[in-house]
């Protein structure tokens, strides 16, 4: 009799409402209608987290379900477990960006996947301002047809990416409608672009952890997860850029011989991205509808996929590098927002 009084007690205790309401607002604070919802909470956090049937996080040791890391991060996994994580991302208007805007008709794949995945919306700045960046997760930008950035739009990118901001910049410099070859673009990160090189036929690259020599935590999460390995890169038409001695000190990571990600790294310990991220290709074919330009590879499947490997590695990079992002939005300390971390309830089963 006591044992069971005791059992009912500690169920009660694990299934009370305040510890799970506390757990919504730390793992899903970010989720429409969550955190108002006339459900009880627990019943919420197991709708959203498990509702896609997402069993168990892809990450090793990973979050365990909890949906934090050991660093008391959000795990990136939240992002494959629920369509309703806002997702904002921006570029520049078409009148900047040219046949490289998102709105041009020509990546009409990658936007549906991402609204397949997030709640999206989609902003067309004319002018990279810190007050239009501000409430934006991911900035996806090419100047390959437009001018320049200005020092201010470079100083108010920058000073977007070092408090969150995740950045998708192109590094191409085949050619340049002003004649800046994306220089300033991507210098700040220790990238040197070679105006007029070469437009290479299309390459597939294998992508290996190991081989990219890397133990950071993001750089693991963007090859590994949560929306499959993507063991390949597929791009066509790249040109070719100088990495120098500068990007390795801010902790660029070289995935490919053309493609560089740089994780979160404080300025103050030698950083450029602060909590924010970077990601440098050389083009936006691999982001492209296949009739697109001279050939898009946003949909492409390798012919040999390893066990494990996502089916569309092209896809899994992007969304891999979204739901980063996204998943730090929620982080302690982030975006200069602080969210209390409390312990995770377990619930118990029936």
Known sequence: CRLGSAACSARAEAHAPLPWQKYLERVFPDVPGVLTSHKEPMQCYLDVAFGRGFDACPFTPGCCNSLLSHSARRCPCVAARTPLLPLRLAELAPTRSGTSALSSGGFTQMLATLRRHFALQLDELETLTEEAMAPVDVLIICTTEGPALSSAELASMRAWVERGGALVTSAFSNWSAHNHFAVDTVGWLGVRTVPHSRFHSQNVAELDLQAAGTDNEAATELLTGPFGRPGHFANLGESDFLVQPDAERYGAVKITHRLLFYPPRAVEHGGVTGRGRVLVCSNYHWLADKEYWAG????????????G?????????????????VAARADPYCCGRWVPSPAPPHPISN
């Open 309 to 325: 490997n996502a089916l569309r590695p092209n896809q899994a990079l992007l969304l891999n590098f979204v739901a980063g992002a």
């Open 296 to 307: 898009g590879l946003f949909a492409y499947r390798h012919h040999n996929t390893a066990e």
